[in-house]
């Protein structure tokens, strides 16, 4: 076998809530991290084309789709924290065999909930990072 890639059924994505972190229930899908930086014109009148240099990276947000349950904890505790903008830490650890996981800080900017006829409720949650994403 060739392939290195790895499974997304099994990876976690948690929130750090009182004391531990705490895994976000029902997740379906996810994306993001997915960041960029400012890109900043540095050209002058001696340049003879255009000069450039990459400013600050920004981590950009996660995105993730969840089958809702507003008895649940967790679910709550998103809603909450978008309502109090609670700056807040995450966490995804990946399925490959050492378990790679990126921690970050963020807040939850938006929480809305969906549902129609012959499906279950979910609700699309959106975290902006703030600041580095720590890799282990």
Known sequence: MSS?????Q?????????TTFETIPNVV???????????IDVTNLASTSK???V????????????????EDAVHQGLRTDRANRAHR???ITFTDVAAA???????????????????VVEAS????????????
Request: glycine content about 14%; aromatic content about 12%.
């Open 101 to 119: 996981t990126w921690t970050f800080y963020g807040y939850v900017t938006q929480f809305s909930v969906q549902g129609g006829v012959d499906a």
């Open 125 to 136: 949650v959106t975290i902006e990072i703030d600041g580095d994403i720590t890799e282990s």
């Open 10 to 18: 099994g990876i976690a994505i948690a929130r750090f809530g009182t």
């Open 29 to 39: 899908s996810f994306q993001g991290p997915g960041g960029q930086a400012s890109v």
């Open 55 to 70: 400013g600050l990276r920004d981590e950009g947000q996660l995105s993730l789709s969840l089958h809702y349950n507003p």
């Open 4 to 8: 290195t890639a790895i499974t997304a």
């Open 89 to 91: 830490q995450f966490r």
């Open 51 to 53: 000069e450039k240099r």
